[in-house]
């Protein structure tokens, strides 16, 4: 089939300067800027919301896990599939979080692959800080601070051609 045509049997090598690497296979991974490489790593993760009880949102190469109450068995149906699949998952850039207003003592406990998931207090999504206890301080500030850097470039450039700025009365 030529999809394996594509995949299979490719060398790279790595150019410095005006020095050229040997050629070495590569065993793994779809051609990066590929037309076909968004639509093949989705085809190859869409397995995944077979295998396990949580809701998943995939996003890019990125995914996020959650559920009410997820349950440790799960992350072992995750770690299987990642060695099925010759693929590996980042258990330090995943975060376990728990969102609630309680005051919950007990410490979250997941593991993928025997790695210890890292418990946090809050998370980036798609750009968004979200906190576990629900509040959108951090969101607020880095909003702020991030338009506060965005005027401050405006303005720089504004006195640099000597536009003067004044408010509307």
């Given at each position: 089939m030529w999809?394996?045509?594509?995949?299979?049997?490719?060398?790279?090598?790595?150019?410095?300067?005006?020095?050229?690497?040997?050629?070495v296979r590569v065993k793994s991974t779809v051609p990066q800027g590929s037309v076909l490489?968004?639509?093949?790593?989705?085809?190859?993760?869409?397995v995944i919301w077979r295998i396990i009880e949580?809701?998943?949102?995939?996003?890019?190469?990125?995914?996020?896990i959650y559920r009410k109450i997820i349950?440790?068995?799960?992350?072992?149906?995750?770690g299987m599939w990642t060695v099925e699949n010759s693929t590996k998952i980042n258990a330090s850039k995943s975060k376990a979080i728990r969102f609630t207003r309680a005051r919950l003592?007990?410490?979250?406990?997941?593991?993928?692959?025997?790695?210890?998931?890292?418990?946090?207090?809050?998370c980036k999504y798609?750009?968004?800080?979200?906190?576990?206890?629900?509040?959108?301080?951090?969101?607020?500030n880095y909003a702020v601070k991030k338009a506060s850097k965005a005027?401050?470039?405006?303005?720089r450039i504004l006195c640099v051609k000597g536009v003067i700025v004044t408010p509307n009365d």
């Open positions: 999809i394996g045509e594509f995949l299979l049997g490719r060398t790279q090598r790595i150019r410095v300067e005006r020095q050229l690497s040997e050629e490489g968004p639509l093949l790593f989705l085809d190859y993760v869409n949580t809701t998943i949102r995939p996003f890019a190469d990125d995914c996020v349950i440790n068995e799960d992350m072992e149906k995750l003592k007990d410490p979250l406990n997941y593991s993928l692959m025997d790695a210890l998931i890292p418990e946090a207090s809050s798609l750009g968004i800080i979200l906190r576990g206890d629900s509040i959108w301080a951090d969101q607020v005027l401050h470039f405006t303005m």
